[in-house]
């Protein structure tokens, strides 16, 4: 049997070699290409893919694979927003992610971009870069001193709570399906209103779905504190990006923790230096002091990484010996 990767990339490349190694009955193939309606044909003679990329995987795409008879995919990841369901699903596609790879890297990286910005770091570095060292008007907020509200309890927002309580913070949440261990502890609001306003700092941990899709817009920007801090690491189309830029034009929001953008497939992971820069909107935010954008990098560690690629190669050969995947996606 064989399974074939798509855009393996040089830090990815010794997990699969551990991985196949243990696996001396299945062949490995794999490349540093996206998969796309072009490359789907390096999959000939694969029984299954494993695919991790920022592009989405659209019909055509999908249809290019089962052409070459391959559709059990196994993505490396957990989001599962950017596939086209309703083809998959007409293409009789078998899809399996890796939901609990490291929560601990995505909810650190979200709890140390919080901390930089309430105590502007980015700001104390560009006037120490010019050689302003003056501490004014550039003074920090105490962690302990917030009210942190995270929206979304599940495996990445129960993690950045634990790392905000050690920072002595008050933590609050709101999540429609309540944690019985959480809720005992009564960390939870009643309401999304409620927790807009009680925080000083707003962390998202929920998925991208059509309910969610700009929860962060004018009328819930204008329901929280003043000089409140938000903080996406979860997914672009939850913010309403213009409505946050129009809070930080108006000093409502004191900054801003992105790094995930709703225009950034195609923009992130990606070389612009001597290029024209794509998108003016980013550019801007990228310039801010009181911005912190980071290119979807929450995820990047090395104790991710390597837990992505050996479960999506786990998952992938279940798939293919027709034995149940540990984690299956629903198709549809
Ligand atoms: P999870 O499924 O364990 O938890 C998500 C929680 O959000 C669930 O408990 C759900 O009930 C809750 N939820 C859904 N809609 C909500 C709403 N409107 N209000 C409040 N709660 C809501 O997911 P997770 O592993 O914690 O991951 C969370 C998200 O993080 C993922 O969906 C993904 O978009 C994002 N993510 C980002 C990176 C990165 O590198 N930046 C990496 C992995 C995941
Ligand atoms: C995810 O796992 O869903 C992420 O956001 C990380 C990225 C590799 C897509």
């Excluded at 957990?78 to 596939?83: K, L, M, P, S």
């Excluded at 059509?210 to 801090?229: L, P, R, S, W, Y």
């Amino acid at each position: 049997k064989k399974i074939f990767a798509f855009s393996i990339r040089k830090d990815e490349e010794p997990y699969v070699k551990e991985w196949a190694s243990k696996h001396p009955n299945i062949e490995v193939g794999y490349t540093d290409e996206l998969l796309t309606p072009k490359t789907a044909k390096y999959a000939k003679g694969a029984n299954g893919v494993v695919v991790y990329q920022q592009l989405d995987y659209t019909a055509d795409t999908l249809q290019a694979l089962a052409d070459e008879g391959v559709t059990k995919m196994s993505l490396r990841n957990v989001g599962v927003d950017n596939i086209d369901m309703a083809k998959a699903k007409e293409l009789g596609f078998e899809i399996t992610n890796v939901p609990v790879y490291s929560p601990n890297a995505i909810a650190e990286h979200a709890a140390i971009q919080t901390a930089r910005i309430l105590r502007q770091t980015k700001v104390m570095d560009e006037k120490v870069a010019n050689g302003d060292l003056r501490w004014a008007p550039t003074i920090g907020r105490e962690v302990r001193d917030q009210t942190v509200g995270v929206i979304g309890t599940g495996h990445i927002g129960r993690v950045y709570m634990q790392i905000m309580e050690g920072f002595g913070a008050k933590v609050i949440a709101y999540d429609p399906f309540e944690n019985p261990e959480l809720k005992k502890q009564g960390y939870y609001v009643d309401s999304l209103d409620d927790l807009y306003a009680q925080a000083d700092v707003i962390s998202l941990h929920v998925p991208a779905t059509k309910e969610n899709f700009h929860m962060i817009n004018q009328d819930t920007i204008a329901k929280m504190k003043d000089n409140v801090v938000l903080v996406n690491c979860s997914r672009g189309a939850l913010v309403d990006t213009d409505a946050v830029i129009a809070g930080l034009d108006s000093g409502k929001i004191f900054g801003f923790v992105m790094d995930t953008y709703e225009d950034e497939v195609g923009i992130f992971n990606a070389d612009w230096r001597g290029k024209q820069f794509p998108d003016s909107r980013l550019e801007d935010l990228i310039h801010r002091s009181n911005v912190l954008v980071t290119p979807h990098t929450a995820f990047y560690t090395t104790h991710a990484v390597r837990n992505m690629v050996i479960k999506a190669f786990d998952n992938n050969c279940k798939l293919i010996n027709g034995k149940p995947a540990d984690t299956p996606v629903k198709v549809g």
